[in-house]
């Protein structure tokens, strides 16, 4: 089946950089909308970014600026570059990605297992 692999949280200072990586695999026909979101203890699960199969991205006004979306069509792959870090962006994180499998006539939502991502002050 289709699986979405999250790597890359961490625990960094304020004002640091973090990396998340998301990788699909499986029996993949093909994947459209590709997205991060997060999970802050307390809160509802935001979306933080996404990225279209053609590479348009959008960001959460809170993101702006400091994160950047890529992923590599080739590959499956997704990355969320995170910049100038900040105590509130600590959460859950969260890879999204709409997938069409080899077995399915329509796509699907995926999501990934989550990965922790502490920013401290």
């Not at 973090?18 to 809160?43: D, E």
Request: proline share 2%.
């Amino acid at each position: 089946q289709v699986q979405l692999v999250e790597s890359g949280g961490g625990l960094v200072q304020a004002g640091g950089s973090l990396r998340l990586s998301c990788a699909a695999s499986g029996n993949i026909f093909s994947i459209n909308v590709m997205s991060w979101y997060r999970q802050a203890p307390g809160k509802q699960r935001a979306l933080v970014a996404f990225i279209t199969s053609g590479g348009r991205a959008n960001y959460a006004d809170s993101v702006k600026g400091r994160f950047t979306i890529s992923r590599d069509n080739a590959k499956n792959t997704m990355v969320l570059q995170m910049n100038a870090l900040k105590p509130e962006d600590t959460a859950v994180y969260y890879c999204n990605a709409v997938i069409r499998s080899t077995q399915a006539t329509s796509p699907a939502n995926y999501w990934g297992q989550g990965t922790q991502v502490t920013v401290s002050s």
